[in-house]
């Protein structure tokens, strides 16, 4: 692919901000358009599995990442009520052979923002529609604004717009789930943590907590209980402080602690979409949640998305010319069944509840590991 043409990317979160990276270390030309106005940290925590790490370390971000961030020694699965450890996956050093690591996501985020060279993102750019035509595509932002570009990435998450310009629009399906969300400071708590990373499991719901930095100043928990319904047009509700204690109750009392420390009780719901028919058309391409969008009980959402980045610029380096629909089925073939499976496994909540080999999911290498040719 001719690295001097225009690789626009919609979106400016850690997918479409791991494809720019990629991009601009292999010498191609890429913009990217983000709606917000300014660098939003979203969310709080986040997971940064082996199978990420490998791709920030190509980037040259892992010794950074190391440094802001906390190694949990194991994944502890315990029993809701009584606190009996159900399955210790050992982490780091004692165990996996790449870093697993927790972190704030907007630390995170801002990491691979870093990377990029200066002016690459174009903040308040809310796409509104696109025309393609026979040498690119043109690009229409709500601000009035157009671009031309030869190729679009749209790697801008549940809410696509690309993937709505290109299948029509559809609405998220709830999940039946809602999530409180909330970072405590350790000296908060009357106690230590029992272990670094631990997910508490009952029959319909589950208390997942970590450390979030270093100097394990910072602690975060996500509490998952069912919910009736929810308006998708609604991000997140204000919540009280009775009631998550209520949904909780006669969880083990260190849980019960954890929950206790919390000064905010905001709700959000959890979203997915069926695996997509369609990930191109013609010079447009989606990845991450544009067109798989999974629930967070693997803690995979971000890493498929890096993924995505890494195999789809591994296409691009690969091709002998510019047959361009031919990278992005062979993109598309590569990403599929993984992500289909990652998909459908985050939505059945038993990732790491019991004894299992996650290597599948940990050992694949996105930088390294062959592509198919079809």
Not at 274 to 294: N, S, Y
Not at 344 to 370: H, R
Request: net charge negative; with cysteine.
């Amino acid at each position: 692919m001719k690295k001097e043409a225009v690789y626009a990317v919609i979106g400016g979160g850690l997918g479409g901000a791991t494809i720019a990276s990629l991009l601009q270390q292999y010498g191609y030309n890429v913009i990217v358009f983000e709606q917000y106005k300014a660098f939003v940290p979203a969310g709080a925590g986040i997971h940064v599995t082996p199978n990420a790490m490998r791709i920030m370390r190509h980037i040259g971000l892992e010794n950074i990442l190391l440094n802001c961030s906390s190694a949990p020694a194991a994944f502890t699965s315990r029993t809701w009520d009584t606190g009996e450890i159900s399955f210790n996956l050992l982490l780091n050093a004692q165990g996996l052979n790449n870093p697993y690591i927790t972190v704030n996501r907007g630390d995170f985020h801002h990491a691979i923002l870093s990377t990029l060279k200066p002016d690459t993102i174009h903040y308040g750019k809310r796409l509104k529609n696109l025309e393609q035509f026979e040498a690119g595509v043109n690009l229409y932002f709500q601000d009035g604004s157009e671009y031309t570009a030869d190729y679009v990435i749209g790697a801008d998450g549940l809410y696509s717009m690309v993937r709505e310009l290109l299948i029509g629009k559809s609405d998220p399906v709830f999940s039946g789930q809602v999530a409180f969300r909330s970072v405590i400071t350790t000296h908060q708590l009357k106690s230590t943590p029992m272990d670094d990373l631990t997910k508490w499991w009952a029959e319909d719901r589950f208390v997942i907590s970590y450390y979030l930095n270093k100097n394990r100043s910072l602690y975060y928990f996500v509490a998952g209980m069912p919910a009736d319904s929810w308006d998708y047009e609604v991000p997140v509700k204000e919540g009280t402080k009775e009631e998550l204690m209520a949904g909780f109750k006669g969880f083990h009392p260190h849980v019960q602690e954890i929950l206790g420390a919390s000064t905010n009780q905001r709700i959000w719901p959890l979203f997915e979409r069926p695996p997509l028919p369609l990930w191109h058309h013609q010079r447009i391409v989606l990845l991450g949640d544009a067109c798989h969008p999974m629930r967070p009980h693997m803690a995979q959402g971000a890493a498929m998305a890096m993924e995505d980045a890494a195999i789809l610029v591994r296409c691009f380096e690969q091709a002998k010319d510019d047959d361009y629909e031919h990278v992005f089925k062979r993109y598309a073939h590569a990403r599929v069944a993984r992500t289909s499976k990652v998909q459908q496994q985050s939505g059945e909540n038993t990732w790491l509840k019991d004894p299992m080999d996650p290597t599948w999911v940990f050992e694949y290498d996105a930088i390294n590991d062959p592509i198919e040719n079809i």
